[in-house]
């Protein structure tokens, strides 16, 4: 039971570059999330995914992508990376109903 | 707008002490709460958790305290033990979880 996997760990981009950061659990969650950590902000909520097919916004979207065609796999997709998305991103997933989520170990991203 | 708020940044406690780590919410609907631990270059890890039913939850050596009216929770570590040192976030769920900007702990051998 590997849980929740995350890559790249790390990656530069330079602005205006677009790239997939990938998610994946082992544990049939339902409900799977991205968001970024960043210095003073706490972890902030990009998506979510209740399930395959449905996605929802969080609290700071814009400038990410995300889709769910499957029950394992949430890809987040940058479009134009900027330098204010330079931060650590976490995915994590849960059971719909559960408490707990469990968190993947981040990619680390800097933008130039 | 924050709707979880962990006002104090860092603390540090000498090991064998009671560290204290709070927690401030602004809405009422919330009906779960969570601590998580992260160390560094990992992610975050479930640690102890409670329902707005209750107002208290032990788990070992972590309690957990809930005072609705004040909109307070507040996680206990009793004795503090230098592995204890990591950043705690508080968390609470409604339709999704909002999380805390987390407060850094040290425990001092």
């Known amino acids: 039971n590997a849980g929740v996997t995350q890559t790249p760990k790390f990656q530069v981009l330079k602005t205006g570059q677009s790239m997939t950061l990938q998610c994946a659990q082992d544990m049939n969650h339902e409900y799977m999330s991205w968001y970024r950590q960043d210095p003073g902000m706490g972890l902030r909520l990009i998506h979510y995914?209740?399930?395959?097919?449905?996605?929802d916004q969080g609290e700071v979207p814009n400038g990410y992508n995300v889709s769910r065609s499957t029950t394992e796999d949430f890809p987040l997709r940058l479009l134009s990376a900027a330098p204010s998305q330079t931060s650590v991103y976490f995915c994590?997933?849960?059971?719909?109903?559960?408490?707990?989520?469990?968190f993947g170990p981040g990619t680390r991203l800097l933008v130039l | 707008d924050q709707q979880v708020k962990q006002n104090s940044p860092s603390l540090s406690v000498q090991e064998g002490r009671i560290s204290i780590l709070n927690c401030d919410y602004t809405n009422s609907m919330f009906d779960y709460f969570l601590w998580y631990k992260k160390y560094p270059a990992e992610g975050p890890t479930f640690l102890i958790s409670?329902?707005?039913?209750?107002d208290k939850n032990e788990d070992g050596r972590f309690t957990v305290f809930l005072n609705k009216s004040a909109k307070h929770l507040s996680l206990h570590i009793v004795p503090s033990q230098p592995g204890d040192s990591a950043v705690y976030f508080c968390?609470?769920?409604?339709?999704?979880?909002?999380f805390g900007t987390g407060t850094s702990l040290t425990v001092i051998p």
């Open positions: 994590a997933s849960s059971s719909v109903g559960g408490e707990t989520q469990y």
């Open positions: 409670i329902s707005s039913i209750k």
């Open positions: 995914s209740v399930g395959a097919g449905i996605t």
């Open positions: 968390a609470a769920t409604g339709n999704q979880f909002y």
